[in-house]
């Protein structure tokens, strides 16, 4: 069973930056779309960003836009999401989530992608 491990948040002051990690251990992520979710205590989860299985595509919520960039590394199985410009609204649990048959387009959100495998979560606090 695929299991996706989350890594590199934090504390950080607003206008800072972190870059998230999504990798797994024993399943090549090559073939899967990722997507990052984001849910804060008291609020819906929502979708932020999305990758294609190539990288060819990506896909980012209108909150992130300009801000954050999902990548992709083949080589050390790793998706990656670059937050820069952070703000204390971007505080929340970030999740990756991974799926072999859903899409990420620029035409539809990433909240509605369906995703069959999720990670754990890392806490990310933007807090002067």
């Known amino acids: 069973q695929l299991q996706l491990v989350e890594s590199g948040g934090g504390l950080v002051q607003p206008g800072g930056s972190l870059r998230l990690s999504c990798t797994a251990s024993?399943?090549?992520?090559?073939?899967?779309?990722i997507g990052w979710f984001r849910q804060a205590p008291g609020k819906e989860r929502e979708g932020v960003s999305c990758?294609?299985?190539?990288?060819?595509?990506?896909n980012y919520a209108d909150s992130v836009l300009g801000r954050f960039t999902v990548s992709r590394e083949f080589a050390k199985n790793t998706i990656y999401l670059q937050m820069n410009n952070l703000k204390p609204e971007d505080t929340a649990v970030y999740y990756c989530?991974?799926?072999?048959?859903?899409?990420?387009?620029?035409?539809?959100?990433?909240?509605?992608?369906?995703?069959?495998?999720w990670g754990q979560g890392t806490q990310v606090t933007v807090s002067s």
């Open positions: 990758i294609s299985s190539s990288g060819g595509n990506t």
């Open positions: 024993g399943f090549t992520l090559d073939y899967y779309v």
């Open positions: 989530a991974a799926d072999p048959l859903t899409r990420c387009s620029p035409f539809k959100r990433v909240a509605d992608y369906d995703f069959g495998s």
